[in-house]
């Protein structure tokens, strides 16, 4: 029986339309989103257009800074610094990757933690374990939509989330542990992957290696959440999921693209509306 699969964009649709109702309770007054980068990297600026697009949709302006090749740690900091001051920005994103040289974690944390709508400060981070964050990180709480929109009961459900990042998988883990779920996390020094997959009801895949987790790994009727984001033989983008086979196993299944991707951008600009104070 093939899988039900998670349309990404549908939610995140729903998403924005919600937001959208939000942001005009809030007056007409800029709100604005400042997306920082350092050089130009195509992969990016796709991103960065789609987070435009649906920012507009919001009533959010996104303001784009490309700051030159080149660019030293301390200069990054400097215009961060001077985001943080200014009142009409809500929020502060750093585009990836960052040149060598340029620590991402100094840079997170340079962002004044009520405009972090990544979620990546190491006070929201923190705040996470305590179950009160002001700003999850959006794929991560994009994950927990995801799971969410399937209906499954997470209490004592048997979630495998493969991948430990500190910006997804170690969050994800601990945002489903705050639903009951009995979480297991797998990385690269788990010995035998399949055998924890295999039983799991709810599988996260976190790597960003295609094809990693194929059919018989899953057991039959699981939720399977895929976040990666690789680039496929054909030049297309791909999951760390093998579709097809799991597909033919799962009982839910989100594709990639339009799964997780559309969501995570819909999650940040609902931190967005937050750091501007509405209640959404
Ligand atoms: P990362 O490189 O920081 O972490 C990779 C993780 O995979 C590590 O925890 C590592 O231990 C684990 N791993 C590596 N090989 C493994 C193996 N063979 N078996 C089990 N575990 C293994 O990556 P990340 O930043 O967490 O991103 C993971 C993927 O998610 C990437 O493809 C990235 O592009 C994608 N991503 C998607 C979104 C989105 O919104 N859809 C957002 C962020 C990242």
């Known amino acids: ?51 435009q697009r649906a920012a507009a949709e919001c009533g959010i302006e996104m303001e784009v800074q490309n700051l030159p090749v080149g660019t030293t740690e301390a200069e990054l900091i400097a215009t961060i610094g001077n985001l943080n001051r200014r009142t009409e920005v809500a929020g502060v994103i750093v585009q990836r990757p960052l040149p060598p040289g340029i620590d991402p974690r100094a840079v997170q944390s340079a962002i004044d933690p009520h405009k972090d709508v990544e979620g990546m400060h190491p006070a929201n981070m923190g705040s996470i374990l305590y179950r009160e964050p002001m700003f999850p990180p959006c794929t991560a709480a994009a994950a927990q939509q995801l799971i969410l929109e399937t209906g499954i009961d997470l209490r004592g459900a048997e979630t495998v989330v493969v991948g430990h990042s500190e910006i997804v998988g170690k969050p994800i883990a601990v945002l489903l542990l705050h639903h009951l779920s009995t979480v297991t996390v797998c990385h690269i020094g788990t010995r035998k992957l399949v055998d924890h997959t295999r039983r799991a009801d709810i599988v996260v895949v976190a790597v960003g290696r295609a094809g990693l987790v194929h059919g018989d790994m899953i057991k039959p009727g699981a939720v399977v959440i895929d976040i990666g984001i690789n680039q496929g033989p054909d030049g297309r983008i791909v999951g760390d999921v093998e579709f097809a086979s799991v597909a033919q196993v799962a009982g839910f299944l989100t594709p990639v693209p339009g799964g997780v991707g559309p969501v995570t951008v819909a999650m940040l600009l609902r931190n967005t509306l937050r750091a501007a104070g509405a209640q959404v």
Do not use: F, H, T, W
Request: net charge positive; aromatic share 2%; glycine share 8%.
């Open 1 to 51: 029986m093939p899988a039900q699969l998670i349309d990404g964009k549908l939610v995140a649709a729903r998403i924005r339309q919600r937001l959208a109702d939000a942001r005009r309770s809030l007056g007409s007054g800029p709100i604005r989103l400042c997306s920082l980068e350092v050089g130009q990297n195509p992969a990016a600026a796709v991103y960065v257009r789609n987070q």
